[in-house]
């Protein structure tokens, strides 16, 4: 069974940083891709960054130049280093897993805060 689960949410002062990490398990299947969507209250779910097993990133506009997407692909671990961080980030982070022949994962969600 595949499972997907993240660390690394809290709360933190705008400007500051947090790194979040995903790692997924239960599969023999090769990774197509790893990243990371987030769910502000009562918007729907949005793409954060993707990055694939050949190491191509994607990245929303509002959070470029702030957020950086690395992978570890022997752990099948992502990784999102979030600098600069400002209180419309606020949201859960929902980390996405593609395996091949089995399809879309999706972890249990961690929550960023950015308040003062």
């Known amino acids: 069974q595949v499972q997907v689960v993240e660390s690394g949410g809290g709360l933190v002062q705008p400007g500051g940083s947090l790194r979040l990490s995903c790692a997924a398990s239960?599969?023999?299947?090769?990774?197509?891709?790893m990243g990371w969507y987030r769910q502000a209250p009562g918007n729907q779910r949005d793409l954060v960054a993707i990055?694939?097993?050949?190491?191509?990133?994607n990245y929303a506009d509002s959070v470029k130049g702030r957020f950086t997407i690395s992978r570890d692909n022997a752990k099948n671990t992502v990784f999102l280093q979030m600098n600069s961080l400002k209180p419309e980030d606020t949201a859960v982070y929902y980390c996405t897993v593609l395996i091949t022949l089995q399809g879309n994962y999706w972890g249990q969600g961690t929550q960023v805060t950015v308040s003062s």
């Open positions: 990055i694939t097993s050949g190491g191509l990133r």
């Open positions: 239960g599969s023999r299947n090769s990774i197509v891709r």
